[in-house]
């Protein structure tokens, strides 16, 4: 057998609904689901003119080429399999660390447990994955609500709220893509070149849904022996021989009896194993029905009643287990293997050998297996951070807007006080209320004009002797006042220097001279 991985890294949200149904409650599946790779394969090579109808039907629908499914990865790079269905727990009693690692003596396969210990109620492990180490992998959740909108109105269409439930962003899940030896190595080559490195997967594509980066990656050098998702792992003599075997499901099986109905009670003959009987007081099985979308169709397929990944198969066989048995069991079992159906694990060292009557507590791993991918760089924080060119650009903005609040506070601040200017001024000259006196509207305009002007014009230009506004010898800015304390006279032109300071900032002159101008203004229409 030969083929090659795929290591996918979620770059948005990526949305696997358990079924295809447009009403009710969705579900996501939390895993990247085979038949979406086969179907991103098929769009790809489809189309090429190069490959005849039967290379593609060998390719997408003969079952010799198998895109598993894509199972979560630990942040050291260690595969995650399905919870076993097999294990439980006591209910309300911790089953993990607080590294978030399988605590072994608290969980335990039922039947192995004696009745008369049974002083508590049990509770199934059924959601998540555990890798062989005993690290325990709940894929991360995104819920959003969304509705249909109404092209006539372009508002909400009544009752059509729907939500999402998608895989996170960010996470990373590895899947494998098994073929049969004697598929034409020309073929191999153009499948594995097939995917861009970046690729929709997953409903809602269109939208903010979807994007994969997608890695091929050769099978570690151990894979004819270990087989990785089938059988068997570990001694083969434990496995060759053998008349009562247990198969762990690393995805969902579709099975049939003789006629060709769909059964979710297989016989071991029925999936192409010896002869026998299902034990059904060792075995775990959950099942669920859907009938998977096909996109290029526009349409639903047939109804597909499967049992779930987890669960466990324990067969009594009449004749023992065969070398032939073992590869077909590493073909898969079943119906539509092309998208990953069938894969199991044959008599899992991990579940204690659930296939007998003893040691069936869990059996970890004491280190990662040697396929392990590499673990999740921390990404190194640069020595000198440096920031993009918008957020600079934000920054200004953001700088901007500070400094205009700030100057148009202290702009109201000052203006407050030309009133009380004025009334000095005409009590010093004797003028009655409301006569003209200081600066007219017009000559604030001047200096509006010039604080509007580039700030290297500006500069010290509004105090100029000879071609400044506020020169002191200018009409208007000339006349004086009393200060606070009616201690002394000053000019207007001093007064501007006192509260301005000799270079005074553009956006506080602006915001005063309109403030001065407006309070003019309001003078006048007294």
Not at 408 to 427: D, K, V
Request: charged share 25%; with cysteine; proline share 8%.
């Amino acid at each position: 057998m030969k083929g090659f991985e795929l290591l996918l890294t979620l770059r948005e949200d990526c949305v696997f609904s358990e079924r295809s149904a447009t009403e009710g409650g969705h579900r996501g599946l939390d895993y990247v689901p085979g038949a979406a790779l086969l179907g991103a394969f098929a769009a790809r090579l489809y189309p090429d003119k190069s490959l005849s109808l039967q290379d593609k039907f060998l390719l997408f629908h003969s079952g010799r080429v198998r895109f598993g499914n894509g199972l979560p990865l630990s942040t050291g790079g260690e595969r995650g399999w399905p919870m076993p269905f097999c294990w439980h727990r006591d209910k309300g009693a911790d089953w993990q660390t607080d590294a978030g690692r399988l605590w072994v003596d608290n969980v335990y396969h039922q039947p192995a447990r004696d009745s008369a210990e049974q002083d508590t109620q049990s509770e199934q492990l059924r959601a998540g994955f555990v890798t062989e180490t005993g690290c325990v992998l709940s894929p991360g959740r995104a819920l959003r609500l969304k509705t249909a909108i109404n092209p006539d109105t372009g508002r909400a269409r009544e009752a059509a709220l729907f939500g999402y439930d998608a895989l996170s962003e960010g996470q990373r899940f590895v899947a494998r893509v098994d073929i049969d030896d004697d598929v034409d190595d020309n073929l191999v080559a153009a499948l594995r070149d097939a995917l861009p490195r970046t690729t929709p997967l997953g409903r809602s594509r269109s939208a903010e849904y979807g994007l994969v980066d997608v890695e091929t990656r050769d099978l570690p050098a151990d894979a004819a022996r270990r087989t990785l998702h089938a059988a068997p792992w570990g001694d083969q003599a434990q496995v060759d021989g053998a008349e009562r075997i247990a198969l762990w499901l690393l995805s969902d099986l579709a099975a049939s009896d003789p006629h060709g109905q769909p059964t979710l009670c297989p016989a071991p003959q029925w999936l192409g194993l010896p002869d026998g009987r299902l034990d059904f007081s060792h075995s775990f099985l959950r099942a669920r029905r859907y009938s998977p979308w096909n996109a290029h169709r526009g349409g639903p397929d047939l109804e597909r009643q499967v049992l779930c990944q987890g669960s466990l198969l324990v067969f009594d066989l009449s004749t023992p287990l065969a070398p032939a048995h073992r590869e077909r069991l590493a073909a898969g079992l079943g119906l539509h293997r092309e998208t990953g159906l069938g894969r199991v694990w044959l008599n899992p060292a991990l579940l204690g050998h659930p296939g007998s009557a003893q040691d069936l507590t869990p059996r970890l791993a004491t280190e990662p297996a040697t396929d392990a991918l590499a673990p999740v760089a921390e990404p190194a924080a640069p020595e000198h951070p440096t920031k993009s060119d918008l957020a600079e650009w934000l920054d200004r903005g953001i700088e901007r807007g500070n400094t205009r609040d700030a100057a148009a506070t202290q702009a109201r601040r000052i203006a407050q006080e030309y009133p009380a200017l004025l009334h000095s001024a005409r009590r010093l000259r004797g003028l009655p209320e409301g006569a003209e006196v200081g600066p007219s509207h017009s000559q604030w305009g001047a200096v509006l004009a010039l604080a509007k002007r580039p700030p290297a014009e500006f500069g010290m230009a509004l105090f100029n002797e000879q071609t400044g506004p506020c020169k002191p010898t200018a009409p208007g800015w000339k006349e004086e006042h009393w200060d606070e304390g009616y201690s002394r006279v000053r000019s207007f032109s001093c007064w501007m220097l006192r509260v301005l300071g000799p270079s005074p900032a553009p956006e506080l002159v602006q915001r005063l001279a309109r403030e001065v101008m407006h309070t003019i203004k309001q003078e006048v229409r007294r």
